[in-house]
């Protein structure tokens, strides 16, 4: 069975650094994986989805990298901004158990002005 | 164009009622999603969709839970003899077919009391 995980739980940094999320998953046969956005009390928003040929997908100050052998994608924010304050969460669609995304628990991101 | 619509906002009602909750994908999307969401945590997979049929329903916790699609497109999620475990947001999602991203609407916050 899919499992996936985010590291570290939850991030508070000062406006204008770059930061890295950690998405991992323990079994390497996926379709692709997505990253999303979500703000507190509201749905998901779609930021950048990688195939599983691809090894990485850029958008703005977002890149989102993708190592399938090894289970891991991490989630690249650059210049960050108060507005990028939100819960960030990867999902994997796996080749072998249907077609739902499996979720992690995601990473609350705080960017402190 | 218009996102996922999802009916009601918010849902309070009594433990052992019957409740319906309601989405309206993106149009012309195939695929749609049903998935629940407790605090903190990530969304949990119920239920996917490819046009009228459930492709897939292996997260539906029991059979309390049933959801339908009748013309392809607007979706009802129905939870018989609610419990208060069931409370949690449930989120909708819709994509086209293959490879493409999920669209989240905002969810339906069910409380059982």
């Known amino acids: 069975k899919q499992e996936v995980t985010q590291i570290p739980a939850a991030l508070s940094v000062p406006e204008g650094e770059n930061l890295v999320l950690n998405c991992s998953f323990t079994d390497s046969a996926i379709y692709n994986l997505q990253w999303f956005r979500q703000d507190p009390g509201k749905g998901l928003t779609s930021l950048l989805l990688?195939?599983?040929?691809?090894r990485e997908q850029t958008s703005g100050r977002l890149n989102a990298s993708l190592d399938k052998s090894s289970g891991r994608s991490t989630l690249y924010i650059a210049a960050s901004q108060p507005g990028d304050s939100a819960t960030y969460l990867c999902?994997?669609?796996?080749?072998?158990?249907?077609?739902?995304?499996?979720f992690g628990p995601g990473t609350r991101l705080s960017v402190l002005p | 164009g218009a996102g996922v619509s999802q009916t009601p906002s918010n849902k309070v009602t009594e433990k052992g009622k019957y409740v319906e909750l309601r989405c309206d994908p993106i149009?012309?999307?195939?695929?749609l999603y049903w998935y629940r969401q407790s605090l903190g945590q990530g969304p949990e997979f119920l239920i996917y969709f490819q046009g009228t049929g459930a492709a897939d329903d292996s997260g539906l916790p029991n059979d309390r839970f049933f959801a339908v699609r009748p013309e392809g497109s607007v979706s009802t999620l129905k939870i018989q003899r609610t419990e208060r475990g069931d409370s949690a947001v449930y989120l909708c999602?819709?994509?086209?077919?293959?490879?493409?991203?999920?669209?989240f609407g905002n969810g339906t916050r069910l409380t059982v009391t």
């Open positions: 999902a994997v669609r796996p080749a072998n158990y249907g077609q739902n995304f499996v």
């Open positions: 999602a819709s994509s086209w077919e293959g490879d493409s991203p999920l669209h």
């Open positions: 149009s012309g999307h195939t695929a």
């Open positions: 990688i195939q599983s040929s691809q």
